[in-house]
């Protein structure tokens, strides 16, 4: 399995920005890196995905490295909603399997 | 909402019997995946289909099987139940099941085997 390493959990204040780490020193070439969340009780939803330059959205932006070895997801104003587990994940290019990891717990305080 | 429908929303049964998930995914998807989510395991990939083939196998027990329908719907189908099978049980969809397209997850079903 396409292995990506993030801290188990990481905590906010509320309306300050939030930076998630992810390790994927595995990767090749033209995996892509994906982020997605969960909420509790819910399905795992969509955040944002890139494979070497920097992106944004609505959501959030992620930064990668120029190695690729790493990537950062980045809430810029972080609110109660956006208290979830955070799953960073490469897709790899000889496959369409999508791998989740244990993901970050991600704890926003009010 | 993503789109993507999971019926049932619960599911009770015994060990040894057998039950079926469903799965509508998004307008004009043509992917969909199964995942599995227990408590000690995460989600494990089980299997995705692609305009009504198999594409790509993950950790799917051989008591399961799934296929995906002309109309697009998935059914995933568990028999043999174990206690080890309860678990979340979500279904995604994607444009066109390649790596770089989004997943879309539905809110899952979860299934308790006593």
């Known amino acids: 399995d396409a292995k990506t390493t993030q801290p188990n959990s990481m905590e906010s204040n509320e309306e300050e920005p939030v930076h998630l780490p992810c390790n994927h020193s595995?990767?090749?070439?033209?995996?892509?890196i994906h982020w997605y969340r969960q909420l509790p009780s819910q399905g795992p939803e969509y955040v944002i995905h890139?494979?070497?330059s920097n992106v944004n959205n609505r959501m959030a932006s992620l930064a990668i490295a120029e190695d690729r070895k790493s990537s950062t997801l980045i809430l810029h104003r972080a609110t109660l909603r956006d208290a979830a587990v955070y799953y960073c994940i490469l897709s790899l290019h000889t496959g369409n399997q999508f791998y989740f990891g244990t993901g970050t717990s991600l704890t926003v305080i009010p | 909402d993503s789109g993507v429908t999971q019926t049932p929303k619960h599911l009770i049964t015994a060990t040894g019997q057998r039950v079926t998930l469903r799965c509508s995914p998004r307008?004009?998807?043509?992917?969909v995946y199964w995942y599995q989510q227990s408590l000690d395991q995460g989600l494990q990939f089980l299997i995705q289909?692609?305009?009504?083939?198999?594409?790509a196998k993950g950790n799917i027990l051989e008591r399961f099987s799934a296929q995906q329908f002309p109309d697009l719907h998935s059914e995933l189908n568990l028999s043999s139940l174990e206690l080890g099978d309860s678990a979340l049980y979500f279904c995604?969809?994607?444009?066109?099941?390649?790596?770089?397209?989004?997943?879309?997850f539905g809110n899952g079903t979860r299934l308790t085997v006593t």
């Open positions: 890139g494979l070497t």
């Open positions: 307008s004009g998807d043509l992917s």
């Open positions: 289909y692609y305009n009504g083939e198999e594409r």
């Open positions: 995604a969809s994607s444009a066109v099941g390649q790596y770089n397209s989004p997943l879309h």
């Open positions: 595995t990767i090749s070439g033209t995996d892509y």
